[in-house]
C-alpha cells in the first residue's frame, strides 16, 4: 500500500514538473519595448490623410464633433526632447440637411515643446503662444505607440496579463495616468489617458492603433484612431512613417505671449457694459437689485476676472442670472464658475441635461472652485424665448432659430437700450475692413430671426469681434444696400 502511495506521489511530481516545462512564458514591458526597438528610436515622422473633428464644437449637445476631411497630415515627433510638431490641410464637412459657410482649405502648423506649445502661420515668420493647448499635446507624443513604451519604462509602468498580451498602466507627473493594451506581437494596439477640460473635467482621451506594417524598418499602424470625449477627433490612415530624422523643435525666442487674462470694459449706455479684453467678450447689466451676466467663455480664470470686474463696476450686489449662448467649450468653459458664484444659469432647455451630466464628472487633474464646493446647479432652462424683467434693464432671450452653427442658441436683446447681444452668428469687421464677397449664412440668419422678432437695434455687443456696432454693418455684412434697408 505505501508503495503504490510512494509511486503516485512520484507519478504526480513527474506530471508538474512536466507542466512546468511547458509553461507559457510571462510577457514583460521590457520584452514589448525591446521588440519595437525604442531605446533605438529617438523620434518618428509619420504622414497621411483621414478625418479630424473639432472637438467641442458640436452642432447640439447630442450630437458628436463636427468633421473635416484631412487632405494632407504630418506628425513629427522628438521623443528625447518630449516635443512635437503636426502640420494639417484640412476642410469642414458640410453634413447633410446642415447649412454652413462654404468650405475653405485651412492650414494648421501645431507645435508643443515642454510645457510651451505654439501655433505658427502658414508662412511660418508669426509664432503664438497656446498655454490651453498643452496637456493635450503632450498626451499625444505619449500616446504613441513608441512614446508609450518609453514612458512606461521612465515611470515605473506596470503589467498585468490579458487573454492577448498584457495591459500596461504608469501615472506622470502625479496626475496623468496611462493605460495601454500591448498584444502577444508586442504591438501597443490602444492608449488610454487623461486630460483636463473645462467643461468635461477628467477627459479621456483613447488612441486605437490597427493593422501594423513594415515601414522601411519601423513597424507602424497603418490606422490612427482617435476619441476624446466620447468622440471622434481623428482618424488618419498612415502613408509613410520614418524613424529617426532630424526632428529639432525649439520654442521661438520671439513666441507672442498669450496675454495674461485682462477685462476691459465699455460703458454702452448707463448700468450696461461691455467686457472685452481677450478673443471672447461677456456682458454686465445692472438690474435693480443684482447683476446679470451675458456669456461666461473659455475657462475659470476668465470668469474669475469677468466677476471682478462686474463687482467692480457694479458694487454690493450679487450675480443673479448667467446667460449663455450656446455649449460649444469656448462659450461655456467658465459657466462652473458662475455655479460655485451662485447664479442661476440661463440657457436653451435642451442644454440643461447636458451640463448637468457633464458637470457631474469629476474634475481631480485641476480642480475647480465647484469641484470643491459641489454646489448644484440652478437653471432658468426656456424653449424659445424668456424675459427678466427689470425696471432699469429688462433682458429678453430669444432661441436663434434655423441658424447652422448650433442648434441650442440664443441671443439677448435690451429693448430699453436696443441693444442686441450674440455669439458666433456674426462677428464684427475691423473699421474700414473690406466686407466679405461671399455671404456667411449665420449672419444673414441671425438677421432673419432679428427682423421675424421685431427687434428695435441700434447697437450689437458680439461676444467676438473688435468693437461694438450697429445694425448697419450687419446689414453691409449680409451684402443688404443701405437704401434697401432703410426702407
Avoid at 520584452?31 to 458640436?58: H, N, P
Avoid at 498626451?139 to 492577448?164: Q, R, V, Y
Wanted: aromatic letters at 8%; proline letters at 6%; a negative charge.
Amino acid at each position: 500500500m505505501r508503495k503504490s502511495i510512494h509511486k503516485t506521489i512520484a507519478s504526480l511530481s513527474i506530471a508538474f514538473a512536466a507542466a512546468g516545462s511547458c509553461a507559457v512564458h510571462a510577457q514583460t514591458l521590457q520584452e514589448a519595448a525591446d521588440a519595437a526597438g525604442v531605446s533605438k528610436i529617438k523620434s518618428v515622422e509619420f504622414s497621411g490623410t483621414g478625418r479630424w473633428y473639432q472637438f467641442g464644437q458640436a452642432p447640439n449637445p447630442e450630437s458628436a464633433w463636427p468633421p473635416f476631411d484631412v487632405k494632407s497630415y504630418t506628425g513629427d515627433i522628438n521623443y528625447d526632447t518630449a516635443s512635437a510638431r503636426v502640420q494639417s490641410t484640412r476642410f469642414q464637412v458640410v453634413e447633410p440637411g446642415r447649412f454652413r459657410p462654404a468650405p475653405v482649405e485651412q492650414r494648421n502648423d501645431q507645435f508643443v515643446s515642454g510645457n510651451t506649445a505654439w501655433n505658427e502661420s502658414t508662412s511660418g515668420n508669426a509664432a503664438t503662444e497656446q498655454p490651453a493647448a498643452v496637456e493635450e499635446r503632450v498626451a499625444e507624443i505619449w500616446s504613441t505607440p513608441h512614446g508609450f513604451l518609453k514612458a512606461a519604462l521612465a515611470n515605473n509602468g506596470t503589467s498585468k496579463p490579458l487573454n492577448d498580451g498584457i495591459e500596461v498602466s504608469f501615472t506622470v507627473g502625479g496626475k496623468y495616468r496611462y493605460v495601454g493594451n500591448v498584444n502577444a506581437k508586442n504591438q501597443v494596439t490602444q492608449i488610454s489617458t487623461w486630460i483636463d477640460n473645462p467643461v468635461l473635467g477628467d477627459t479621456l482621451v483613447e488612441t486605437k492603433f490597427i493593422d501594423y506594417k513594415d515601414f522601411g524598418g519601423i513597424q507602424f499602424p497603418s490606422q490612427i484612431v482617435r476619441n476624446q470625449g466620447g468622440h471622434p477627433v481623428l482618424d488618419i490612415n498612415v502613408a509613410t512613417a520614418k524613424a529617426n530624422q532630424n526632428i529639432e523643435i525649439k520654442v521661438p525666442q520671439d513666441l507672442a505671449k498669450a496675454p495674461a487674462v485682462n477685462v476691459a470694459s465699455e460703458k454702452i449706455s448707463e448700468g450696461v457694459f461691455y467686457l472685452t479684453g481677450g478673443t471672447h467678450h461677456s456682458l454686465a447689466i445692472d438690474q435693480t437689485d443684482h447683476i446679470t451676466i451675458v456669456e461666461a467663455p473659455l475657462n475659470e480664470e476668465r470668469s474669475l476676472a469677468v466677476i471682478a470686474k462686474a463687482k467692480e463696476l457694479i458694487p454690493n450686489k450679487p450675480i443673479k442670472y448667467l446667460i449663455n449662448t450656446h455649449a460649444h467649450f469656448d462659450h461655456a468653459g467658465g459657466l462652473r464658475t458662475f455655479v460655485d458664484e451662485g447664479a442661476s444659469i440661463v440657457t436653451l432647455k435642451a442644454n440643461k441635461p447636458y451640463y448637468e451630466k457633464v458637470w457631474a464628472t469629476a474634475h481631480s487633474i485641476h480642480p475647480d472652485r465647484l469641484e470643491a464646493s459641489k454646489k448644484a446647479p440652478n437653471f432658468v432652462a426656456l424653449t424659445d424665448k424668456c424675459l427678466l424683467a427689470d425696471e432699469k434693464h429688462p433682458i429678453e432671450i430669444h432661441s436663434i432659430a434655423n441658424n447652422g452653427h448650433n442648434d441650442a442658441f440664443v441671443l439677448a436683446y435690451l429693448p430699453n437700450d436696443k441693444v442686441l447681444i450674440e455669439a458666433d452668428a456674426y462677428t464684427p469687421l475691423a473699421a474700414n475692413a473690406p466686407v466679405p464677397t461671399s455671404l456667411n449664412p449665420y449672419a444673414a440668419n441671425l438677421y432673419e430671426n432679428v427682423q421675424k422678432l421685431n427687434l428695435n437695434v441700434e447697437k450689437i455687443a458680439a461676444l467676438h469681434g473688435p468693437r461694438l456696432v450697429g445694425l448697419t454693418d450687419l446689414q453691409a455684412y449680409i451684402g443688404i444696400p443701405q437704401q434697401v434697408a432703410a426702407k
